[in-house]
C-alpha cells in the first residue's frame, strides 16, 4: 500500500470545484507534486513544489498543503479535466506515488 | 521535448530484457532522468533513477537487485535492464525527466509496454 493516501474517486459537476487530497508523513516535510495521467497518454505534471503550476497547465489548477495533507484543486471543472491524479514526494532517494484518484465529471 | 521508450515486448518468467529511452529537443545529458511504471489497473510506481552523469543510481525495493539503469551520452538516451522477470513486473514503463534534479519529472515518454507471460 501506498505511504501518501488518496481517495480513489472523487465526481463533480462541471464548473464546480473538484478537491483531491494526498495524506502522508512524507507530506508535511517534502515538496509534493500532482500529475494528471487520462488513458493511452503520458502522464502530465500539473503542480510541483506544492503549489507552482507547471508550464501551460490553466489557472484553475492550484496546489496547497496543510500540515501532513497536500490538496490539488480545481476550479470550474470542466469535462475535459477527467482523469486520474496522483501526487508524488521525493524521499530518502526515492519517488512516492500515492494510490491515485479517479477524477469523474458527470 | 521528447522522450521516446521503446524495446518492451512479451518475456517469459525469469528472462530479461532491455529498454530504452532516447531524448530529443533538449540537453539531455544534463539531466537526471527516472523510470516510472503502471502495472494494469494499478498506479504510477517508480522504478529508478540516474543521475545526469550517470554516477548515482536508485531503485524501488522490488525491482532493486534485478533492474540495472544506465545513460548512453552519445545515444542521448537511459537504458534500463531487466532481469529475472516476474509476472508483476508486466506494466507500461516510461521514462521521465527530473527538470531540476528536485525529485519530480516534467516530461513523460509514451510509454513501452512489458508483458512478462
Known amino acids: 500500500s501506498s505511504e501518501l493516501t488518496q481517495p480513489p474517486l472523487v465526481s463533480v459537476s462541471p464548473g464546480q470545484t473538484a478537491t483531491i487530497t494526498c495524506s502522508g508523513s512524507?507530506?508535511?516535510?517534502?515538496?509534493t507534486s500532482w500529475y494528471q495521467h487520462k488513458a493511452g497518454q503520458s502522464p502530465l505534471l500539473v503542480i510541483y513544489q506544492y503549489d507552482r503550476r507547471a508550464s501551460g497547465i490553466p489557472e484553475r489548477f492550484s496546489g496547497s498543503t496543510s500540515g501532513n495533507t497536500a490538496t490539488l484543486t480545481i476550479s470550474g471543472t470542466q469535462s475535459v479535466d477527467e482523469a486520474d491524479y496522483y501526487c508524488?514526494?521525493?524521499?530518502?532517494?526515492?519517488?512516492?506515488f500515492g494510490g491515485g484518484t479517479k477524477l469523474t465529471v458527470l | 521535448v521528447q522522450l521516446v521508450e521503446s524495446g518492451g515486448g512479451l518475456v517469459k518468467p525469469g528472462g530479461s530484457l532491455r529498454l530504452s529511452c532516447v531524448g530529443s529537443g533538449f540537453t539531455f545529458n544534463n539531466y537526471y532522468m527516472a523510470w516510472v511504471r503502471q502495472a494494469p489497473g494499478k498506479g504510477l510506481e517508480w522504478v529508478s533513477f540516474v543521475s545526469d552523469r550517470g554516477d548515482t543510481v536508485f531503485y524501488s525495493d522490488s525491482v532493486k537487485g534485478r533492474f540495472s539503469v544506465s545513460r548512453d551520452a552519445a545515444r542521448n538516451a537511459v537504458d534500463l535492464q531487466l532481469h529475472s522477470l516476474r509476472l508483476d513486473d508486466t506494466a507500461v514503463y516510461y521514462c521521465?525527466?527530473?527538470?531540476?534534479?528536485?525529485?519530480?519529472?516534467?516530461?513523460w515518454g509514451r510509454g513501452t509496454l512489458v508483458t512478462v507471460s
Open positions: 508524488q514526494v521525493w524521499d530518502r532517494n526515492a519517488a512516492l
Open positions: 512524507k507530506v508535511g516535510s517534502r515538496f
Open positions: 521521465a525527466r527530473d527538470p531540476a534534479s528536485s525529485g519530480f519529472f516534467d516530461s
